[in-house]
């Protein structure tokens, strides 16, 4: 009897210690840092695929992503000196503990940051709204919208409105010459303006939304 209970006694010991190296395991592992390659986090070739002011810049994983001015966390600020290249800080021990991707960095006098994968808390609470969604930081998708006035099929020889909203951002999917209407592989109307009329080489118009 008391045998038995020197042997349950042990087992439980060498069962404690077995859990201990387990845990001790599983704890080394989640400290890995996450890079963009678990996020799937898109590639990026070229700065005009990525949004408005964004640039594609390889991060700690050898690939290109993109890198935004929205993306900044409280801890970089907006402006910087291209001259300094830690100028723009970091994205602050929370971000830092958890991610590795790549640090701000200034561009155009502007820090960009690498894309946010957590919510952001809202400082001052609002009702119901205890965290912002992270800004997206991404390769941008070509979006178009169409509407046809007063319907989507007319009579023939009836007069229709089409409206057709593209984005321009990225600025890489809208050709310089603008948007033209094709009809049966002709090209019926050209574009009268550009989207690029209202950009300059001016910083600020780099991160401005067309
Ligand atoms: C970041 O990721 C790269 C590529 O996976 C790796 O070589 C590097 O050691 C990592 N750095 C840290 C601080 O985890
Ligand atoms: C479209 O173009 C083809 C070849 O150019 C022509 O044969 C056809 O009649 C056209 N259709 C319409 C509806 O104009």
């Keep these: 009897m008391i045998k038995a209970r020197w042997y349950f006694k042990k087992l439980r010991l060498l069962l404690l210690f077995i859990l201990i190296i387990f845990g001790f395991v599983e704890g080394n592992n989640n400290q890995l840092l996450k890079t963009s390659d678990d996020f799937e986090t ?3 070739e070229r700065d005009t695929q990525c949004v408005v002011g964004g640039v594609c810049r390889p991060d700690a ?3 290109k992503r993109c890198m935004c001015s929205s993306s900044c966390l409280m801890t970089v600020p907006v ?3 291209q001259s300094n290249p ?3 800080l970091t994205m602050g021990e929370n971000y830092v503990s958890k991610y590795n991707t790549s640090l701000p960095y200034c ?3 502007r820090c960009v940051c690498p894309p946010l994968y957590d919510p952001v808390p809202v400082k001052s609470p609002t009702p119901g709204v205890p965290f912002i969604p992270p800004f997206k930081c991404d390769k941008r998708e070509l979006q178009i919208m169409l509407a046809i006035s007063p319907a ?3 009579y023939k020889g009836t007069e229709a409105t089409f409206y057709c909203c593209v984005n321009v951002d990225p600025r890489d999917y809208i050709p310089e010459e603008g948007v033209y209407f094709v009809q049966n592989g002709t090209r019926r109307r050209e574009a009268s303006t550009t989207p690029y009329q209202l950009f ?3 910083d600020d118009s780099l991160f401005t939304v067309p």
Aim: charged share 15%; net charge positive; aromatic share 0%.
């Design 42 to 44: 898109p590639i990026c």
């Design 200 to 202: 300059t080489t001016t």
């Design 152 to 154: 989507d099929a007319v």
């Design 86 to 88: 830690v100028s723009c």
């Design 79 to 81: 402006k910087c000196v």
């Design 107 to 109: 561009h155009h006098n």
């Design 61 to 63: 994983t050898g690939k």
